[in-house]
C-alpha cells in the first residue's frame, strides 16, 4: 500500500507556512461531502412508498443520471492509483483495453441485454434466471452474488479506502498541524466509510445511490481533468534534459534531449512515449497477452458490465428502454474519455518524476532488502516457516546480484537444494519455481508464502506524485480527495444496495415472504443493508493480513469463481433457445469446480485465461446437454412490464459511433510492428 503513502503525503505536503491552504482545502472537502450527503438525503423522501421506489428508483431514472451513476460506482481510488501505475510502467496505453473494451461491453449490454431485461421485468439479474431456466438457478446466483458482493467487493473497497484515509489523515496531522489528536485507526475508518455509504442507501435506495453519485462521478472526471492539464503544462515548460523518455524509446533521445526544447506539450508527449502509445502486448506478457486481449478481457467485462446486480440495477431502473439505452451508451462515451484523464498523465509521470519513482522503490524495498541482509549472516540456520522474497523482473535486470541473492535464501527458506553454479539469474529462477513447484505437488501440507515483490521503480507512485508535485492548495487538493472518497463510497453504496436487493427479492419475498407487503419488503431491505455493513465492515480489516496477497488478487481470484458461470449461463439462455432448465443450475454449479481445478493444478495459467478454459468449458458441457435432452418447445419470455421497450434511434446511433471510434482509435494506437504471436 505504498501507493496511498505516496498519495497521502500528495494530498498534505506543502511549503511552509501554507495553512490557509489546507484550510482552504478542508472546507471544499467537507463542503463537498456535505453536498453528497444533502443530495442522498433530500432524494430520499419518497422512497417509503413501496419496493420499486426503493429498489429501482421507482423506475424513472434519465439516461444522464445512469451514465455518470454507471461510471461512479465502477471508478474508485484504486483506480487513479493502479491504472495511471500501469500506464507509467512499460504498459502504457495497453491498459486503456480496460475501459475501451468495456465501452464495447456496454454498447452490447444495452442492445442485447437490456431489451430482455426489461421485458422481463426483473428487480434482479437471478431473477431472469428463473423466467429462463428454474428457480433453483435463481437463488444459486442469489447466494453466490450476496456472498460475493459482501465478503468481497465490500469488503475490498471499503478496506481500500479506509488504507487510503489512514494514511492521509495521520500524514495531514503532521504535515499540516491543524489536526489535532490520536490517530484514525484503519477499523474506525472501515466503519465510517460502510456507515456513511449505508446511511443514504438506508434512506433511499437506489434513487439516493444514483443522485449521490451524479456529485461524485462527476468530481472524478473533473479532477481526472485537472490532473491531466498541469501535466501537460508542466511537460511543455520543463527543461528538456530533465525529461525521462520511456525505456524502449529512450535510444533515440540519447545526448539529444535538446531536439524537443521547442515542441508543444502534446508534441513532447508523444515523442517521448512513441514506444508506450500502442494497444497491443506480445502474446508472452503477464499483464495483457494479446490472446487475452482478443478473448479472455471479454468474459470478465460482459459480466461486470451485463450480469453484475450492482452495476446493472442502475438501468433496472430506467423510465424506459430508450432511456436504458442512452444510459449506457452514454457511459460507453466516458469510458472513451477516461484513459485520457488517467492514463495520459500516468504516462507523463514517468517523464516528468522517474528518478522520484525510483527513490520511493528503494524506500520500499528498504525493509525487505534489510531481512536479505540478515538472513545471508544466519548462514546455518533454518529459516523454514518465514515469507518469501519475490522481486519484478525490472529489478532482476537491474539489480542481477540482489535477485539472485533472494533466489538462493529463497531455496534455504523452502528447503530446496540449486545449483549455485547456474551464473543466469533468470535460468536459476526458473529451475527454483520448477522445484518449488515440485515440492508443492508432492507434499499437500507443504505451503509457503511469499512477500509483495521488491521493484526497481515505483510506478504506483505515479498518479500521487503528480498531484503532490502540479496540484497546488487552496481547495483543488480538497476537491480530489473529496472526488477519491465519494468514488469510494459511491462503489460501496452501489454494493450494499444491490446485496440487500438481491437478498430482499430473491431469496426473502420467495420463500419467507410471498404475501408480504411491498412496506415490509423495503423494511427487510434496510434490515439487510445494517447487517451487511456490519459483516463488511468487520471483516474489511482483516484483508490487512499478508496472505490475502492484496485487493486487486483477492478480488480477481474469488470473482473467477462465479463470473464464467454466470456468464456462461445467461449466454445459453439467450442464444440457445432449447437449452433445457437444467442448464442454469449446472452452469452455475460447474464453475467453482473447473475453476478451482485450474487454480490448483495448472497454476502457470493467467487469471483472464483461466476463465476462457472455465467458460467454454461449460459451454460445450450445455451445448451437450442440450443435445441429449433438449427443451420440448423453444423457450419464449412473455413481456411482463408496463415500459415503453421501443428502441432509442439516438442510442443506437451513438452506440455504432462508439464502435467505430473505438476500432479507430485501436487502428490509431496498434503497433503493427509488433508480432502478434512470439
Known amino acids: 500500500m505504498s501507493n496511498l503513502f505516496l498519495l497521502a503525503q500528495a494530498a498534505t505536503e506543502s511549503p511552509a507556512g501554507a495553512s490557509g491552504g489546507y484550510t482552504a482545502d478542508i472546507v471544499v472537502f467537507v463542503l463537498f461531502l456535505l453536498a453528497v450527503i444533502f443530495t442522498a438525503f433530500s432524494v430520499s423522501r419518497r422512497s417509503n412508498e413501496g419496493s420499486e421506489s426503493y429498489f429501482l428508483a421507482g423506475r424513472g431514472l434519465s439516461w444522464w443520471l445512469i451514465g455518470v451513476s454507471l461510471i461512479a460506482a465502477n471508478i474508485s481510488a484504486e483506480q487513479f492509483i493502479g491504472m495511471s501505475g500501469n500506464a507509467s510502467d512499460y504498459i502504457g496505453m495497453a491498459v486503456a483495453s480496460y475501459e475501451w473494451i468495456a465501452a464495447l461491453s456496454l454498447v452490447i449490454v444495452a442492445f442485447f441485454f437490456l431489451p430482455r431485461f426489461l421485458r422481463a421485468g426483473i428487480y434482479t439479474i437471478p431473477e431472469y434466471l428463473e423466467n429462463r431456466f428454474s428457480k433453483g438457478a435463481r437463488t444459486i446466483m442469489s447466494m453466490m452474488m450476496v456472498i460475493m458482493l459482501i465478503a468481497v467487493n465490500f469488503t475490498a473497497v471499503t478496506y481500500a479506502g479506509a488504507k487510503y484515509f489512514d494514511v492521509v489523515f495521520s500524514e495531514f496531522r503532521v504535515s499540516s498541524g491543524i489536526m489535532a489528536g490520536d490517530p484514525v485507526n484503519l477499523c474506525t475508518l472501515s466503519w465510517f466509510i460502510g456507515i456513511l455509504a449505508a446511511a443514504y442507501v438506508f434512506a433511499g435506495g437506489l434513487k439516493a445511490c444514483a443522485w449521490a453519485d451524479l456529485l461524485q462521478g462527476s468530481a472524478l472526471i473533473i479532477g481526472g481533468a485537472i490532473v491531466l492539464y498541469f501535466a501537460l503544462h508542466t511537460l511543455g515548460q520543463a527543461e528538456p534534459e530533465t525529461l525521462t523518455p520511456a525505456p524502449m524509446h529512450a535510444a533515440e533521445f540519447s545526448g539529444n534531449m535538446q531536439s524537443i526544447a521547442d515542441h508543444s506539450a502534446v508534441e513532447r508527449f508523444r515523442e517521448l512515449n512513441l514506444g508506450k502509445l500502442r494497444m497491443n502486448l506480445p502474446s508472452s506478457d503477464t499483464f495483457l497477452p494479446i490472446t487475452a486481449l482478443l478473448l479472455g478481457i471479454w468474459i470478465p467485462n460482459l459480466y461486470y458490465w451485463g450480469l453484475n446486480q450492482y452495476i446493472i440495477q442502475r438501468t433496472l431502473g430506467s423510465k424506459s428502454l430508450a432511456e436504458g439505452q442512452k444510459g449506457l451508451v452514454f457511459a460507453a462515451v466516458m469510458k472513451l474519455v477516461i484513459p485520457f484523464i488517467i492514463v495520459f498523465p500516468g504516462i507523463i509521470a514517468y517523464n516528468l518524476y522517474h528518478s522520484d519513482m525510483r527513490r520511493s522503490a528503494a524506500e520500499n524495498a528498504s525493509g525487505e532488502l534489510e531481512r536479505l541482509d540478515k538472513y545471508q549472516e544466519l548462514e546455518q540456520t533454518a529459516l523454514t516457516g518465514e515469507p518469501l522474497f519475490s522481486f519484478t523482473d525490472e529489478f532482476a535486470r537491474e539489480n542481477p546480484e540482489k535477485a539472485r541473492e533472494m533466489i538462493l535464501v529463497n531455496a534455504r527458506i523452502a528447503e530446496i ?34 512477500n509483495p515483490p521488491v521493484a526497481y521503480c515505483d510506478y504506483d507512485a505515479a498518479f500521487p506524485l503528480l498531484v503532490k508535485n ?6 483543488f487538493r480538497g476537491f480530489l480527495l473529496a472526488a477519491l472518497l465519494g468514488a469510494i463510497i459511491s462503489s460501496v453504496a452501489a454494493m450494499l444496495n444491490a446485496a440487500s436487493t438481491i437478498f430482499t427479492m430473491d431469496i426473502y419475498k420467495e420463500y419467507f415472504g410471498k404475501q408480504v407487503s411491498d412496506r415490509h419488503l423495503v423494511s427487510i431491505g434496510r434490515a439487510a443493508v445494517v447487517v451487511f455493513v456490519i459483516i463488511g465492515c468487520w471483516l474489511a480489516p482483516q484483508l490487512a493480513n499478508p496472505r490475502f496477497g492484496g485487493i486487486f488478487k483477492f478480488i480477481q481470484e474469488f470473482q473467477g469463481y462465479i463470473s464464467p458461470g454466470i456468464l456462461a449461463a445467461f449466454a445459453i439462455g439467450f442464444c440457445v433457445k432449447r437449452a433445457p432448465s437444467i442448464c442454469g443450475v449446472v452452469s452455475l454449479l460447474l464453475c467453482p469446480v473447473i475453476y478451482g481445478c485450474l487454480h490448483a493444478f495448472v497454476p502457470g495459467l493467467d487469471f483472464l485465461n483461466r476463465m476462457v478454459v472455465t467458460f467454454f468449458a461449460i459451454i460445450a458441457f450445455d451445448l451437450l446437454i442440450t443435445l441429449i435432452h433438449p427443451r420440448k418447445e423453444a423457450f419464449t419470455l412473455d413481456a411482463k412490464t408496463l415500459l415503453d421497450l421501443k428502441f432509442s434511434r439516438i442510442a443506437v446511433i451513438v452506440g455504432i459511433l462508439v464502435v467505430i471510434v473505438t476500432i479507430c482509435l485501436y487502428a490509431y494506437f496498434w503497433d503493427y510492428s509488433t508480432p502478434m504471436f512470439d
Do not use: M, N, Q, Y
Open 417 to 450: 537444494d540449486l545449483d549455485e553454479t547456474i551464473s543466469e539469474v533468470s535460468e536459476l529462477h526458473e529451475v527454483f519455481k520448477a522445484k518449488l513447484a515440485e515440492k508443492e505437488d508432492a507434499d499437500p501440507s507443504f505451503d509457503v508464502d511469499f
Open 470 to 475: 502540479l496540484v497546488p492548495l487552496g481547495g
